[in-house]
């Protein structure tokens, strides 16, 4: 029904700056709320950054708050992460994910995930 692909992972040095992209197929896009999440090694997978259906309302993880910015485009199917001064604790993999359900929290656990994109921050 829904399939969900990341991109935009990779190297980057303390300080710098990423910007992931995730692709949302189908026509149901505008119906969900969307969110990442990241999973480091030995770690479990956490909760980073949340979007409304309408992409009005925002919420974020404490560590990122005033350094990631998720938003989303309604005409492309996509939603984005904007991720700065990015720190080596940032390393992680990251998930996109899809809420089709209403009334969602940073708690409700999401139906649909992409496959991940590898963030690795550097020293």
């Known amino acids: 029904q829904v399939r969900l692909v990341e991109s935009g992972g990779g190297l980057v040095q303390a300080g710098g700056s990423l910007r992931l992209s995730c692709a949302a197929s189908g026509r149901s896009f505008n119906n969900y709320a969307m969110g990442w999440f990241r999973q480091a090694p030995g770690k479990e997978r956490e909760f980073v950054a949340q979007i409304s259906r309408s992409g009005a309302d925002t919420k974020y993880t404490d560590s990122v708050k005033g350094r990631f910015t998720i938003s989303r485009d309604h005409n492309k199917n996509m939603v984005l992460l904007q991720m700065n001064s990015l720190k080596p604790e940032d390393t992680a993999v990251y998930f996109c994910?899809?809420?089709?359900?209403?009334?969602?929290?940073?708690?409700?656990?999401?139906?649909?995930w992409g496959q991940g994109t590898q963030v690795t921050v550097s020293s």
């Open positions: 994910a899809g809420y089709p359900g209403a009334s969602i929290a940073v708690t409700t656990i999401p139906t649909y």
